[in-house]
């Protein structure tokens, strides 16, 4: 029913198996997806996520970006990349532009 597959793994690149015995017990625990990490990195990003340490590919710290507030015209940094058709704020001016909506 099940037959061994190779799977790219997302942090590292390199290929890894899923085996047939694998993707069972997946189904009999109710997985849906299959994984996206080799072994090696699934430990270190368990080990990671038992320390706390956050890594981009795991949704953790996110670049951020320099903009200028629109209301107060102070310093602003934002996690996306600002465009000029819509206003930026700084997190106390954002706050209060919230608060008023």
């Given at each position: 029913m099940y037959a061994?597959?190779?799977?790219?793994?997302?942090?590292?690149g390199m290929d890894?198996?899923?085996s047939a015995?694998?993707?069972?017990f997946y189904a009999e625990k109710g997985l849906l997806?299959?994984?996206q990490r080799c072994q090696s990195c699934r430990a270190v990003a368990k080990q990671n996520r038992a320390l706390g340490?956050?890594?981009p590919s795991a949704g953790g710290q996110r670049e951020m970006h320099a903009a200028v507030c629109a209301e107060c015209g102070g310093q602003a940094l934002v996690?996306?990349?600002p465009r000029n058709d819509?206003?930026?704020y700084c997190s106390n001016?954002?706050?209060?532009?919230?608060?008023r909506a």
């Open positions: 061994d597959k190779t799977i790219r793994c997302r942090d590292c890894f198996v899923f015995g694998e993707q069972q997806n299959e994984p340490i956050s890594t996690p996306f990349l819509r206003p930026v001016c954002f706050d209060k532009v919230r608060a």
